[in-house]
C-alpha cells in the first residue's frame, strides 16, 4: 500500500451514528496528538481516550495516518469556513476594509483551537493526504484573490495572482506569530495589530489606509 493510500479512510459514515462515533474518534485524535505529540500517538491510544474499540476505529480508519489526514481535514474546513463566511459579510467594496476583516478573520481562525493547529504545522509529518496541511494556504489564495479582483480600479499592483500571494502571505505569517508564537502579549491590542497590519498591505496595494490613527 502507498503511503497515499495509507492516508485514506477505510470507509465513510454515512448514518448519523457512525457520524457520531467518526467525530469522537477525530476528537480523541486531536487530544491525544495536543498531548502527547504525534510520534507517541497510536490507534490504541486514540480508540481508549474515544471510548471505542480498537475494532470500531479500524472499520473506518486503518491506521495513524488515516486519522491524522481526517482530521487535518476537518480542521481546514473549520478555518476556510470561517474566512469565507467573515469576506461574504464584508459587503463593502473598499479594499482596505475589505483587508482589515481579512486580518481580523485570520487571527480568530488561528484561535480555533491553536495548539491543535501548532501541532498540524510543525509535527506531524506531510505524507500523502497530510499535505492538506498545505490546502488552506492555497484556498485561502483563492480568497483573496477573488476580492482584490473586485477591488482591482483601487489596487496599483497589476499581478494580482502576486498581489494576493503577498498579501495572504503576509498576514498569515504575521497572525502565526500573533497567535500560535503568543507575540501577543509583547504587543498592543488586538484592534491595534489589525491596523498596523492594514496599514501595511494598504502600502504595498498602494491604496490610501483610512481608519484611526495608529500609533
Known amino acids: 500500500m502507498t503511503k497515499l493510500n495509507a492516508t485514506n ?3 465513510l459514515a454515512s ?8 467525530e469522537a474518534i477525530l476528537d480523541a485524535t486531536a487530544r491525544v496528538l495536543v498531548r502527547e505529540g504525534y510520534a507517541r500517538t497510536s490507534t490504541n491510544r486514540i480508540a481508549t481516550v474515544a471510548g471505542v474499540s480498537i475494532g470500531s476505529l479500524y472499520q473506518y480508519f486503518p491506521n495513524k495516518e488515516s486519522l491524522v489526514a481526517a ?3 476537518r480542521h481546514n ?33 488561528y484561535r ?24 488552506i494556504r492555497k484556498d485561502m489564495l483563492h480568497l483573496v484573490r477573488y476580492y482584490l479582483e473586485q477591488c482591482k480600479d ?3 499592483v ?9 498579501c495572504a502571505t503576509t498576514v498569515e505569517a504575521l497572525t502565526h506569530a500573533i497567535v500560535l508564537n ?34
Open 71 to 73: 482530521l487535518v481535514a
Open 158 to 166: 497589476r499581478d494580482l495572482d502576486m498581489a494576493a500571494f503577498i
Open 182 to 215: 503568543d507575540c501577543s502579549q509583547v504587543l498592543s491590542d488586538e484592534a491595534t495589530i489589525v491596523e498596523h497590519i492594514t496599514r501595511m498591505i494598504a502600502g504595498y496595494l498602494g491604496t490610501t489606509h483610512s481608519s484611526s490613527v495608529v500609533a
Open 112 to 135: 480555533v483551537d491553536p495548539e491543535l493547529h501548532r501541532i498540524l504545522m510543525e509535527e506531524v509529518p506531510r505524507i500523502g493526504k497530510l499535505a492538506e496541511v498545505e490546502a
Open 15 to 22: 448514518q448519523e451514528r457512525s457520524k457520531i462515533t467518526v
Open 154 to 156: 483601487n489596487v496599483e
Open 9 to 11: 479512510p477505510r470507509k
Open 77 to 109: 474546513r473549520k478555518i476556510l469556513s470561517l474566512l469565507e463566511n467573515t469576506m461574504q459579510e464584508c459587503t463593502s467594496e473598499d479594499l482596505n476594509s475589505t483587508m482589515r476583516e481579512l486580518v481580523r478573520a485570520m487571527i480568530a481562525a
